[in-house]
């Protein structure tokens, strides 16, 4: 039976819980410092190191969600997840001496870290094919409508009830993490009717660590997501600092990022799959589209207009070519490594994934602070490179790769059988454990 997508009634849950996860999120990540300072009467200081130390420890709980996930299912630990959220918001107003919020702060960061890994698990739970990609890019299209929604909403909540508005925001997060959880019930993810060898115990990580492809995509990624970064530590920095711009650019810049992403996110992701495009290249152009906003910047990094509002006409196209840029490239990035991962082990395969997004965000801050400091236009010249590197990486590895990762093929599929892992994977590790990595089979048909 020739399928294009499969999918599996109530997918529709999780872009909504993704919106409505977005609106709790946005209600304080642009406040952050001040919305915890506010909530736990700490100062500043104590806040930021407490925030900087349990978002580190935080990173430990990825592997344990990774094997949680192959175990139980992605689902299952999404409503773990989604569970701690809320208690943590809840209690935040409550948790005014030290040892209190760093209690809560680390059991909500050690959340945070791993939810990730498990929303993209459950995307391939629920969609095969070019349904994964169109998911991705839905999901990915509402939270961060839901992101814009929730700082205006905080805005508003602040403006009517002064600084009593952060424990009512915490509250809001709280209940928008209960709402998106009872969201995602309608789903029914398609999994192997047999438990593979990972839930019995088997390779685990160390079948993730020896399959050299997959590594070259994270290390891949890693290189990208410090790209990412560059929005929220690097661009704020260079405009203040070495342009002299008004402080209000760097909220238009977020401003027209985020709304882009909302708007066209869908309709660019459309538009790629339509036009075909495997799943590597379209992630090397996202880079290369990256490293053209990163070089416009280097040419305004040298000119500096002191009239603002060229300066604001400047950055705001450098914006729209890197949201263009990350529009094409988080899709097919997203997708390309959960389609690469074996499903008895994609848990632990997304976990390790995620921790290129993680480490890059705590590399991110001192690498661009530290270039900045010698040039203003030394971090972009870095991230041009690490753009580049990146897209050579993905082109290189994309023949070692699982055919149906690469590209989304039409998947034919008769009940009780299930297309192999790819003939491309090439990797000694991947033929050595191919009892353990096979894809179970589905009744999806």
């Known amino acids: 039976m020739r399928q294009k997508d499969q999918r599996v009634p109530g997918e529709w849950a999780l872009p909504v819980a993704a919106a409505v996860n977005g609106v709790g999120m946005g209600m304080y990540v642009p406040f952050t410092l001040v919305f915890f300072h506010y909530v736990t009467g700490l100062s500043f200081a104590v806040v930021g190191v407490v925030l900087t130390v349990t978002g580190l420890a935080g990173l430990g709980a990825l592997p344990v969600a990774g094997t949680a996930i192959d175990r139980y299912g992605a689902k299952r630990v999404l409503y773990v997840l989604y569970g701690v959220r809320v208690v943590g918001f809840a209690l935040y107003p409550f948790a005014q001496s030290l040892a209190a919020f760093a209690a809560v702060a680390l059991v909500t960061a050690a959340a945070d870290r791993a939810f990730p890994a498990v929303n993209q698990t459950l995307i391939a739970e629920v969609a095969r094919g070019e349904g994964r990609d169109r998911l ?232 661009f602070t530290g270039l900045l400091a010698l040039d203003g236009r030394a971090p972009w010249a870095v991230l041009i490179v690490t753009s580049a590197v990146a897209a050579a990486l993905l082109i290189r590895v994309e023949h070692r790769l699982p055919a149906e990762a690469v590209r989304p093929l039409p998947v034919t599929v008769a009940r009780g059988a299930e297309p192999g892992h790819g003939a491309e994977s090439g990797d000694g590790a991947e033929s050595a454990e191919s009892a353990a990595t096979a894809r179970p089979a589905t009744a999806a048909a």
């Open 136 to 367: 991705q890019a839905a999901t990915r299209a509402l939270q961060n409508g839901g992101n814009g929604a929730g700082a205006l909403l905080a805005t508003l909540v602040l403006a009517l009830a002064g600084p009593a508005g952060y424990t009512y925001a915490a509250w809001g997060n709280a209940l928008s993490f209960a709402l998106a959880a009872l969201l995602v019930r309608p789903l029914k993810p398609v999994r192997s009717a047999e438990p593979g060898p990972a839930r019995r115990g088997g390779p685990g990580y160390r079948l993730v660590l020896a399959d050299r492809p997959f590594l070259v995509v994270t290390g891949a990624n890693f290189l990208n997501a410090l790209s990412y970064s560059a929005l929220s530590v690097l661009f704020p920095l260079f405009i203040v600092q070495w342009l002299a711009g008004p402080a209000v650019l760097t909220g238009s810049a977020f401003t027209v990022n985020t709304v882009l992403c909302a708007v066209a996110g869908v309709y660019v992701g459309s538009r790629v799959r339509r036009a075909g495009a495997r799943r590597t290249r379209a992630a090397a152009l996202g880079g290369a589209l990256f490293a053209a906003a990163f070089a416009a910047q280097i040419v305004l990094g040298t000119l500096r207009p002191q009239n603002d509002t060229v300066l604001g006409g400047a950055l705001i196209a450098v914006v729209v070519l890197y949201t263009v840029g990350e529009l094409i490239h988080s899709p097919a990035a997203e997708v390309l490594a959960v389609s690469a991962a074996p499903e008895a082990v994609r848990g632990r395969y997304m976990a390790a994934y995620q921790m290129s997004w993680s480490l890059a965000k705590a590399v991110a801050p001192s690498l």
